[in-house]
């Protein structure tokens, strides 16, 4: 089984705080999605990163994707309590069409 | 309004008694998903579709059944619902490749007494 390791799968930070999260696989990937969800609802997708090495900025956040496109991070400056929620890592290894996520990284943001 | 629909939201029910979650998109896409999501192990995929007549198995696909009959509709069936499959259930369709956004239901919250 193909897996998606994120780490840490717990944080909790205060306002103001920076913060990375890691995403990463044996495997090769075509491309990563990051989503984000709230209790309840479904994952919402944050963005997609193609190119080995890419970089995309969403606002505050930055979101690496590694030169073997075997990982990925999601960087955020100055969290905000808005930001709490679970943030997960997503793709289709190369070579195939199912869908894996990673195993999450539940994120606190205290005011 | 563009979104991907299940029902039941929650549903108890009892060991053996057979189930179908139906899940359906208004958004003609090809490619359908079935996902469970349990604490600690994250979203697995159980069956996917490329497009009608066409499915395969995810990670995790024993005890559950999907049928494409119709590009709309992606339904999951639990022939005999055991504990083991008490979880919380989304579907998803996204347009077929693998830079495609993958847009969720709501989820099914399904208990298995």
């Not at chain 1, 103001?16 to 090769?28: A, K, M, P, R």
């Not at chain 1, 990051?34 to 956040?61: F, H, S």
């Not at chain 2, 309004?1 to 009892?14: D, G, K, M, S, W």
């Not at chain 2, 490329?50 to 494409?68: I, L, Q």
């Amino acid at each position: 089984t193909q897996l998606l390791e994120q780490s840490p799968q717990f944080l909790s930070i205060q306002e103001g705080e920076n913060l990375t999260v890691y995403c990463n696989s044996s495997s090769v990937f075509s491309s990563l999605q990051w989503y984000r969800q709230e209790p309840g609802e479904g994952p919402v997708l944050l963005v997609t990163v193609v190119t080995g090495g890419e970089v995309k900025k969403l606002k505050r956040l930055t979101f690496q994707f590694g030169d073997a496109r075997k990982d990925s991070s999601l960087h955020i400056t100055a969290a905000q309590p808005g930001d709490t929620g679970l943030y997960l890592c997503a793709g289709e290894p190369s070579g195939t069409y199912k869908y894996i996520f990673g195993t999450g990284t539940r994120l606190k943001v205290l005011a | 309004e563009a979104q991907v629909t299940q029902n039941p939201r929650y549903l108890i029910t009892v060991t053996g008694k057979k189930l179908t979650v139906t899940c359906s998109q208004n958004m003609n896409h090809e490619y359908m998903s079935w996902y469970r999501q349990d604490p600690g192990l994250g979203l697995r995929q159980i069956y996917y579709s490329m497009n009608v007549e066409v499915t395969d198995k995810g990670d995790v696909p024993e005890g559950y059944k999907v049928s494409r009959k119709e590009k709309r509709n992606f339904p999951l069936i639990l022939e005999s619902p055991s504990p083991n499959q008490t979880s919380l259930y989304f579907c998803a369709s996204s347009l077929f490749g693998e830079e495609e956004t993958q847009y969720f239901g709501p989820g099914t919250r399904l208990l298995v007494l």
